[in-house]
């Protein structure tokens, strides 16, 4: 084998198995699916051709139906004319027989044709029907070959879906038996390990947020309670308009005369003293 045959083969080996691998992509329902599409158009067409070859075969039906009928007619008018050179003959009549008897025989002539083109057609309209029942049988054999592939793909289909869980459950009890190999460290202490960093982590960083945070709306409240005084004046102008305002404070009470005289001999009494 020469070196281009080695490539040729290689090449079609690495086109075979990208093939396979697209295939594969495709779920095995959807493949057979589509198969069973691509089979239902060709049947479409196969039934459209004997619809066809049915079609020819009764237009060659009406054919040799009209051929007959002419040649009949031709036979009929043949023998008239035969029988009209007869009973010339009988009168002694030798013109009109000699007339008769032309005209018959280029009437058998035309008979003759007329029969032949009969015989051709009655072969080609056997030939016709014998086409139209083949074609019908086709279809009709198609058609039921097209329902048992869609039982059969489902079953395929079944089997498929069955191998895939026992596939799985076999590797379910091999990764429980560890046949399978694996990651055999201490994958436990490991993952703590890095949960205990990320949380370590996430306190650092969300005492810094908080902070920032806190100092962000500390801020967004001071510049929020910032008033000027027009300012002022309006906002108490708002809540005397809606009889919030502050009532003013009460006078304090004025001293009775004998409160007043008490407290001016306790203050005497206090300077004597």
């Known amino acids: 084998m020469g070196i281009i045959d080695r490539i040729i083969n290689l090449f079609k080996m690495f086109f075979s ?23 239902a158009e060709n049947l479409k067409k196969q039934m459209g051709a004997a619809e066809d070859v049915g079609a020819a075969a009764e237009m060659m ?15 009929q008018e043949a023998k008239r004319h035969l029988e009209a050179a007869a009973a010339a003959a009988a009168r002694g009549d030798t013109a009109t027989q ?10 058998s002539e035309e008979l003759a044709e ?3 083109e ?22 009709i054999d198609q058609s039921k070959e097209l329902e048992k ?7 395929l289909v079944a089997r498929a879906r069955m191998t895939g869980m026992r596939r799985q459950q076999l590797e379910l009890r091999e990764r429980m038996m560890d046949l ?7 994958t436990r202490a490991r993952m703590e390990e890095q949960i205990g960093k990320d949380e370590v982590r996430y306190r650092a960083r969300r005492d810094v947020v908080d902070a920032m945070w806190q100092a962000k709306r500390g801020a967004q409240r001071d510049a929020m ?37 008490e407290q001016q001999a306790g203050t005497e009494g206090t300077g004597g003293a």
């Open 225 to 261: 309670t910032q008033q000027t005084a027009a300012g002022a004046a309006k906002l108490d102008e708002l809540k005397r308009e809606l009889g919030l305002a502050a009532a003013p404070a009460a006078p304090a009470p004025a001293q009775t005369q004998t409160q007043a005289a």
């Open 149 to 155: 592939l869609a039982r059969n793909d489902s079953r």
């Open 17 to 39: 198995g990208f093939v396979d691998s697209a295939e594969d992509r495709v779920p095995l329902e959807r493949r057979l699916a589509y198969d069973r599409v691509k089979r």
């Open 61 to 75: 039906v009406q054919q040799l139906a009209e051929a007959r009928i002419v040649a009949a007619n031709v036979r």
């Open 118 to 139: 009969v015989a051709g057609l009655e072969h080609l309209v056997e030939e016709a029907l014998s086409d139209k029942k083949e074609a019908i049988a086709m279809v």
């Open 114 to 116: 007329a029969e032949a």
């Open 180 to 186: 399978v190999p694996g990651d055999q460290s201490n």
């Open 98 to 107: 000699q007339s008769e008897e032309a005209r018959a025989i280029n009437l």
